[in-house]
């Protein structure tokens, strides 16, 4: 089904007393900071434990196979055992590589702005050829510019711009060649999970029908077209906050690591 919204109040249950916390693993896209989801964050806590991954700078490998194995190994050693997972951009495939090898540990799944590979991702091995040349600082900041429909504000436009210039370069390639490499669309009809998609009307990578497509060949899926560019969860963090209430509420109870539902933990 697809749900076509804008910015909006603040997200109908976001606030409503709770007494589970359901545990959210966040991956970024390629030399994006963990902090684009701190809006969403804000918004969902304490019903939520959002835990945003730099897995670019902290993971051992960069290949979308490599990350997606050490994503799972936190999750799996967690005290939950599973999580839903949202994945943004170069995150969104790791997202799907992790819920199409370890489905009993993704209790949910948010594709947010990403792809099931690069097919109509054209300026990808630009991308590559211009960082074995030049090295990343061009591209963090080319990468950074067009990933806002709505501009961040100044400081933390220089926090995503020291993030990505952080990144080691080996890094870099390994992520942008391996999903270059990775088509998952075989994957789609076969995700056990219910699957969120949310998607910023303005990207200029990803356009909308890409979305729809993955909608369309996912059993479980939603759609939410939102008024943002690539990087929904820091411009339009009410919608998706939205989403992912009613992302939970298709879920299930939550688990825990032996695999039993019931209630989790209570921040204190």
Known sequence: MSEVVGRSDEPEGIDRPSDRVRRVVALPGTFCAPMVFDPLRELVEPRFDVRALPWMTEAPECGIDEVAEWVAGMISSSASGSAIVVGHSTGGAVALRLAAERPELVEGLMLVNTGPNMHRHGDVTSLIDGMER???EQV???????????SPSDEDRRRLLDYGDSVPLIAALQALRSQHATDLEPVLPDLPMPVSIVHGRFDPVRTVDVA???AAAIPDASLRIVDAGHSPTYETPDAVAEALVALERRSG????AD??????????
């Open 134 to 136: 030049d090295g990343t």
């Open 140 to 150: 963090v900041r080319a990468v950074i510019e067009r990933s806002f429909h709505h």
């Open 212 to 214: 729809e497509g993955m």
């Open 253 to 256: 109870p939550v688990r825990g």
């Open 259 to 268: 695999g039993a539902t019931g209630r989790g933990r209570v921040r204190r």
